[in-house]
């Protein structure tokens, strides 16, 4: 294994309730991703991520924390994670876990003492507990907006049945917030690393990396208009151009709605405080008595990039993720930006940019690129009214961006599903949905659940091989038929063998480390401002992100998303010459 591996790494999120369930629950599970570990081996990542499996009442699907050192029973044992890691390493895989630091379930057992205790109690004040505003206190303390709608205090009734304080909740209310004022917390946390670490896991993604830290006084905030309360958290996608609540722009990136921004410098007073960077200048310091190079990966939703930056400085984490690049529509000139100024902001304090299309909390890209000006909306209750997206033209724009995305230098980031080319499931029943955000908004913003559906493995197996039974946590559209894994190994022009022979080419030229002149170099084709051309070592990166094919340029090609047109580089096509 490498030095350094985190500087280019392929890492593939696992969301463990829909990527494989061994027991026939209808919930996946940890000896399920143990099961399928040869799959992603062969795919060819480095790394996977594992979204929250602790204990947990799943009232957010795990980010809702009830026990930080143990497994939820419903996705087995800590036998079964240890297993799982063995198994993982033995192939060559290294495990990233996820970190909820933010806050915790409200049955978690700090959390039940500090209800059973008195107001100024050392136990309420692991939390962020408060008196009321007005005359008995019967107005919360300030006016912030919980990520999933609605207030972001709650009022509590006290031991003696009074009611008393309030205490905050930025998500659902089922997931107080931590006061990391408290020393208390931060040695709490400082335990769950080290037991995590010492069960050999080899790096945390920092759920929220950016709250964390309130300032002082807790003022009263109103966003600006058409700005949302945050983009994204293990939870909510709030408003963001990519969520399930609207995309921000069409396909040819003319705007649709205000995206969100959540820069501090829009005075939001719960995220991006420097406090934060102390937080994590001391977890570096306790990863760093570890061997083998284990990493921290910041969700940090903060603009501009170069605000971002700061989360990765030596002393602090390895990664952040790149929501920019995310956000970033098919557009020529809009990619060319992004890619620039994200190698020039992580690079000014010599960290890897890294770069991600889709995860499990915003649109998979195989829709999401398909939204045109014609269907603004493309999600919540926009379907509705408006039809669904096309697959296709979505689809083909997906594997062009994937094929761009996987030459850039850095680390790239995959999300379960996307190499089979998954789209949102948008038309779920209302009976069926689970995210908290569909019901704290009754119904208005639908949700993460369409990105969350459980994955097909065999067209013909029940629940399309998720599981040995029919059972599944959310119900799995026909689609998933064709689009099995089975169905696509070893299919020549299949999503997974481009997004196989991609990344094999990606290690084969060393793309993640750039070339030797620099991370990347942009070449001008003349092909018009809908063309976009790099090199990275000895790979020529074209993508049309136009309506009309272009010539395509002369060198033998390596890698193409989608079959080419003679001498000509079809629409929505990416291609890598050698």
Partial sequence: MTSEWWRTAAIYQIYPRSFADANGDGMGDLAGITSRLAALETLGI????????????????????????????????????????????????????????????????????????????????????????????????????????????????????????????????????????????????????????????????????????????????????????????????????????????????????????????????????????????????????????????????????AKVAKWVRPDEMHQSFNFAYLETPWNAAALHAVIDQSLDAFGSVGAPSTWVLSNHDVVRHATRLSVTADNPQGHGLGPRSLGLPEYEPGLRRARAATALMLALPGSVYLYQGEELGLPEVIDLPDDARQDPTWFRTNGERYGRDGCRVPLPWEADAPSYGFGPTDGSWLPQPDQWRELARDRQQGVAGSTLSLYQDALRLRREHDLGAGSGSGPLEWVDLGLGTDVLAFRNGPVTVVANTGTEPVALPAGDVALASDPLDGDLLPADTTVWLA
């Fill in 46 to 305: 480095d790394a996977i991520w594992l979204s929250p499996f602790y204990t947990s009442p799943q009232k957010d699907a795990g980010y809702d924390v009830a026990d930080y050192c143990d497994v939820d029973p419903r996705f087995g044992s800590l036998a079964d994670f240890d297993a799982m890691v063995a198994e993982a390493h033995a192939r060559g895989i290294r495990v990233i876990v996820d970190l909820v630091p933010n806050h915790s379930s409200d049955q978690h057992a700090w959390f039940q003492e500090a209800l059973a205790a008195a107001p100024g109690s050392a136990a309420r004040g692991r939390y962020m507990f408060r008196d009321g505003r007005g005359e008995h206190g019967e107005l919360a303390p300030n006016n912030w907006d919980s990520v999933f709608g609605g207030p972001a205090w709650t009022r509590v009734v006290e031991p003696d049945g009074t009611p008393g304080q309030w205490y905050l909740h930025l998500f659902d209310s089922s997931q107080p917030d931590f006061d990391w004022t408290n020393e208390e917390v931060r040695e709490e946390f400082r335990r769950i690393l080290r037991f995590w670490l010492d069960r050999g896991v080899d790096g945390f993604r920092v759920d929220v990396a950016h709250g964390l830290i309130k300032a002082d006084g807790l003022p009263d905030w109103t966003p600006a208009e058409g700005a949302g309360s945050m983009g994204g958290a293990g939870g909510a996608t709030g408003d963001s151009p990519v969520s399930h609540d609207t995309l921000g722009t069409d396909a040819s990136g003319v705007a649709l709605e205000p995206a969100i921004s959540e820069e501090n410098g829009d005075g939001a007073p719960f995220w991006a405080q420097e406090g934060v960077h102390e937080i994590y200048r001391d977890w570096r310091l306790l990863l760093d008595e570890y061997d083998g190079e284990r990493i921290l990966a910041a969700e940090a939703w903060v603009d501009p990039l």
